[in-house]
């Protein structure tokens, strides 16, 4: 009777120490199932991370392309604001030459009057020192003219001169100037714009890198974290139901504390339990 009670006592504690056991599996599978659910949404938001990623390789390629269209545009520019300066230079050395020119045609115009007035004064002596006559006279009054009229005329293509000099030096220098000023100011407006289209793109694009790498090492770090986890549950799993831990109420004798073993089997179940489940909170 005795030995008897004690076998009926060993299969209850075996039933109730199943029945923990089962719903420990239980437990665990739905903890290993959420896991794998968090594993696969991780892994999900990782391949978007990629995608993103992947994306923004190209807009920055992308961005690159505009990078170097842009610095061929300054090139083109600053190509344009040295043909600018040549042409500039060249024409300050035609308004130099135009200026010799008229500064020649002054000093030979003092010359011719200086010649004119040597001769008046020299035809002033003769008349002054010679008779009278008429056929002389009206040579010299001849010649007066003539040389009035030569004075004039050279006087009026002197003037003619000197206007044509000074309204091409100033139509040259007001177009020259105007046009050079214009050109050089609106190279510069396109300099500026297009190099700070390039610094908002260049810093557009290196935020937005450093964005995307955190979030992919965010969920890097979040996998490899779940992975880890999964791999503790799957080995608490395979520890606590691998057969060699599983008691066989046939092999065990009466005498065998078999309630002492099963309890502390139980107990170490329940520890690793509640360490899973914290862990997975």
Same mark, same amino acid.
């Given at each position: 009777m005795h030995d008897g009670g004690i076998v009926d006592s060993n299969k209850s504690m075996y039933a109730n120490g199943d029945k923990s056991l089962r719903e420990e599996n239980l437990r665990l599978r739905?903890? *290993?199932?959420?896991?794998?659910? +968090? =594993?696969?949404?991780?892994?999900?938001e990782l391949q978007h991370?990629?995608?993103?990623?992947?994306?923004?390789?190209?807009?920055?390629?992308?961005?690159?392309?505009? *990078?170097?269209?842009?610095?061929? +545009? =300054?090139h083109t520019l600053n190509e344009r604001l040295k043909k600018t300066e040549s042409d500039r230079e060249r024409s300050q050395i035609q308004l130099d030459d135009v200026e010799q020119r008229l500064l020649e045609a002054e000093h030979r115009n003092r010359i011719l009057e200086d010649a004119l007035q040597s001769k008046e004064s020299q035809k002033g002596d003769y008349v002054a020192s010679t008779p009278v006559n008429t056929k002389q006279s009206s040579k010299l009054g001849e010649c007066d003219q003539q040389l009035h009229l030569d004075r004039e005329d050279y006087s009026g293509q002197n003037s003619q001169l000197n206007g044509s000099a000074n309204i091409g030096i100033s139509k040259d220098q007001n177009i020259t100037g105007t046009t050079n000023n214009e050109l050089i100011q609106e190279l510069r407006r396109e300099l500026c714009e297009a190099q700070n289209e390039k610094k908002?793109?260049?810093?557009?694009?290196?935020?937005?890198?450093?964005?995307?790498?955190?979030?992919?090492?965010?969920?890097?770090?979040?996998?490899?974290?779940?992975?880890?986890?999964?791999?503790?549950?799957?080995?608490s799993y395979a520890s606590v139901f691998q057969p060699d831990m599983l008691i066989n109420p046939s092999l065990i004798s009466p005498c065998q504390p078999i309630a002492?073993?099963?309890?502390?089997q139980l107990t170490t179940n329940n520890t690793i339990s509640k360490s899973t489940h914290r862990e997975c909170v």
């Amino acid at each position: 009777m005795h030995d008897g009670g004690i076998v009926d006592s060993n299969k209850s504690m075996y039933a109730n120490g199943d029945k923990s056991l089962r719903e420990e599996n239980l437990r665990l599978r739905e903890v *290993a199932s959420k896991c794998e659910q +968090r =594993l696969h949404a991780a892994e999900e938001e990782l391949q978007h991370l990629r995608t993103s990623l992947s994306t923004c390789e190209a807009l920055l390629n992308d961005y690159h392309g505009d *990078a170097a269209m842009q610095a061929s +545009r =300054l090139h083109t520019l600053n190509e344009r604001l040295k043909k600018t300066e040549s042409d500039r230079e060249r024409s300050q050395i035609q308004l130099d030459d135009v200026e010799q020119r008229l500064l020649e045609a002054e000093h030979r115009n003092r010359i011719l009057e200086d010649a004119l007035q040597s001769k008046e004064s020299q035809k002033g002596d003769y008349v002054a020192s010679t008779p009278v006559n008429t056929k002389q006279s009206s040579k010299l009054g001849e010649c007066d003219q003539q040389l009035h009229l030569d004075r004039e005329d050279y006087s009026g293509q002197n003037s003619q001169l000197n206007g044509s000099a000074n309204i091409g030096i100033s139509k040259d220098q007001n177009i020259t100037g105007t046009t050079n000023n214009e050109l050089i100011q609106e190279l510069r407006r396109e300099l500026c714009e297009a190099q700070n289209e390039k610094k908002q793109i260049e810093n557009r694009t290196e935020i937005r890198l450093n964005d995307l790498r955190a979030q992919l090492n965010q969920a890097d770090a979040t996998n490899r974290s779940l992975q880890a986890y999964l791999t503790f549950l799957k080995r608490s799993y395979a520890s606590v139901f691998q057969p060699d831990m599983l008691i066989n109420p046939s092999l065990i004798s009466p005498c065998q504390p078999i309630a002492c073993s099963l309890t502390t089997q139980l107990t170490t179940n329940n520890t690793i339990s509640k360490s899973t489940h914290r862990e997975c909170v």
